[in-house]
C-alpha cells in the first residue's frame, strides 16, 4: 500500500532553516516521482515547490529557487526538503506527494500529476 508520513514542521524565524522529512512505504524512488507542495491558510490550492524525478532531476518553484533543495535517501525510504533563508511568506502547510504518470516519468510542479499524498506539516516563519 502506498503511503507518505511526513514528520512535523516547525516553527523559526525569518532567515533560519528548516529540514522537512517524508517517510515513504510501498513507494519506490526508481519507479515515483516526488514532490513538495504548500497550502498557504485561507486558500485551497496547493501550490507546487519541489519535485524530483526518477533520475534524480529537480525542478523548483520560482518562488523558492536557490534556497530549498529536493533530495531522497534511497537507504532511509525518505523524501527531504531542505529549506533555507525561510521568510514569513513560506508559511504554509507542506505535504510531500508521489506520482507514476507515464511511468513515473515526469518531472512536474502540477499537483494533478500526484496521486499519494501526506497528512500535510505546518511550517511558520516569523518575522
Known amino acids: 500500500q502506498e503511503r507518505l508520513v511526513e514528520s512535523p514542521g516547525g516553527s523559526v524565524q525569518a532567515g533560519g532553516s528548516l529540514r522537512l522529512s517524508c517517510t515513504v512505504s510501498?513507494?519506490?524512488?526508481?519507479?515515483?516521482?516526488m514532490g513538495w507542495f504548500r497550502q498557504v491558510a485561507g486558500k485551497e490550492e496547493r501550490v507546487g515547490v519541489a519535485t524530483i524525478g526518477t533520475a534524480g532531476t529537480t525542478r523548483y518553484a520560482r518562488f523558492v529557487k536557490n534556497r530549498f533543495a529536493i533530495s531522497t535517501d534511497d537507504a532511509a525510504n525518505t523524501l527531504y526538503l531542505q529549506m533555507n533563508s525561510l521568510k514569513p511568506e513560506d508559511t504554509a502547510i507542506y505535504y510531500c506527494?508521489?506520482?507514476?504518470?507515464?511511468?513515473?516519468?515526469?518531472?512536474?510542479?502540477?499537483?494533478?500529476?500526484?496521486?499519494?499524498w501526506g497528512q500535510g506539516t505546518q511550517v511558520t516563519v516569523s518575522s
Open positions: 510501498g513507494i519506490s524512488f526508481k519507479d515515483y516521482y
Open positions: 506527494a508521489a506520482g507514476s504518470v507515464w511511468g513515473g516519468s515526469l518531472v512536474t510542479l502540477d499537483q494533478n500529476n500526484y496521486h499519494v
